[in-house]
Antibody, heavy 119, light 106 residues
Framework: QITLRESGPTLVKPTQTLTLTCTFSGFSLSTSGVGVGWIRQPPGKALEWLALIYWDDNKRYSPSLKSRLTVTKDTSKNQVVLTMTNMDPVDTATYYC???????????WGQGTLVTVSS | SYELTQPPSVSVSPGQTATITCSGDKLGDKYTCWYQQKPGQSPVLVIYQESKRPSGIPERFSGSYSGNTATLTISGTQAMDEADYYCQAWDSSTVVFGGGTKLTVL
């Protein structure tokens, strides 16, 4: 059974760096083809893809946010970490992590964590 | 940047067929997926590789493609299908989501 859970601060101040952790179970990030993605959703708005990291440490970022994002993995801890620099109120959103595999993309999602950016 | 276009809203009567479209340049060259998201819940993958259904997704959900448009079809729509639906495709190894379609069953 694949599960993912996002954790991190619920409130950050403008200009601060956000660090979110995705802790997962039921799969290994050392298995060929497997990856973990990050997606966010501002309140009442559409999904926006942020980043992906694969089993071989290959990383992909949203072109519009690439300069602000870093994604890393700790295979031994079954965790993926997303950092986003220079946070702004427009970055207020629910942040999700999701499992992806060659069979199907983003087929298992975490419950999401709401991050509010406010001074 | 690559864009996927969906209608903001679609309405359907219970028991009827709902169709939600997703258009994008050369979309036929890319695999398309569909996600269902109900209020307060995480998205759920309902169609991948244009027409495949994950385990547990009812047969009334189907996907198809024609030209530069992918279509999600829900046959015999039920009240429980009322949700937001998002299409998604890959472009140059990056993920792109459509703007979402609110399906209302009334």
């Amino acid at each position: 059974q694949i599960t993912l859970r996002e954790s991190g601060p619920t409130l950050v101040k403008p200009t601060q760096t956000l660090t979110l952790t995705c802790t997962f179970s039921g799969f290994s990030l050392s298995t060929s083809g497997v990856g973990v993605g990050w997606i966010r959703q501002p309140p009442g708005k559409a999904l926006e893809w942020l980043a992906l990291i694969y089993w071989d440490d290959n990383k992909r970022y949203s072109p519009s946010l690439k300069s602000r994002l870093t994604v890393t993995k700790d295979t031994s801890k079954n965790q993926v970490v997303l950092t986003m620099t220079n946070m702004d109120p427009v970055d207020t959103a629910t942040y999700y992590c999701a499992h992806t595999s060659p069979r199907a993309p983003l087929d298992y999602w975490g419950q999401g964590t709401l991050v509010t950016v406010s001074s | 940047s690559y864009e996927l276009t969906q209608p903001p809203s679609v309405s359907v009567s219970p028991g009827q067929t709902a169709t939600i479209t997703c258009s994008g340049d050369k979309l036929g060259d890319k695999y398309t997926c569909w996600y269902q998201q109900k209020p307060g819940q995480s998205p759920v993958l309902v169609i991948y590789q244009e027409s495949k259904r994950p385990s547990g997704i009812p047969e009334r959900f189907s996907g198809s493609y024609s030209g530069n448009t992918a279509t999600l079809t829900i046959s015999g729509t039920q009240a429980m299908d009322e949700a937001d639906y998002y299409c998604q495709a890959w472009d140059s190894s990056t993920v792109v989501f459509g703007g979402g379609t609110k399906l209302t069953v009334l």
